[in-house]
């Protein structure tokens, strides 16, 4: 496959793991721009660049907006440098905010555990009551 190729909604879907309500979504939110012929939707090379983004900061926790506003700086025309910076700034913001819900959820999941731990304690006294008992 060269890297030119024109790529159907088939392709894409089976390419990048997503379904064509994802591709036509992406679409209508001016994200991706495919060639149109009649009903037909045909990929290029920089859709896929796109895509390939867009999943990303997607998985990132990146906002639609935040993925555009990026994919935009795209064409100024200093080597990127905008862009990159701007992913940066974004990039360190939504790590912060990982850490922070990771360290939450650290906690949560410690209480959790401590909880669990009384629960058993008291459900194995309460066991052994009834044996004695018996």
Partial sequence: MTDDRIMTIREMCDAYDVTPRTLRFY???E???P???GQKRLFTKRDRARLKL???GKRFGFSLEEIRQLLDLYHMGDQQQTQLARTYEIAQQR???ME?????????I???KEQMRWGEKMLASMDQSKRAAE
């Fill in 110 to 112: 410690d209480e959790l």
């Fill in 54 to 56: 867009i999943l990303r």
């Fill in 27 to 29: 679409e209508a939110k």
């Fill in 35 to 37: 060639i149109r012929e």
């Fill in 95 to 97: 790590l912060s905010d």
């Fill in 100 to 108: 922070a819900q990771r360290d939450e959820l650290n906690q949560a």
């Fill in 31 to 33: 994200l991706l721009f």
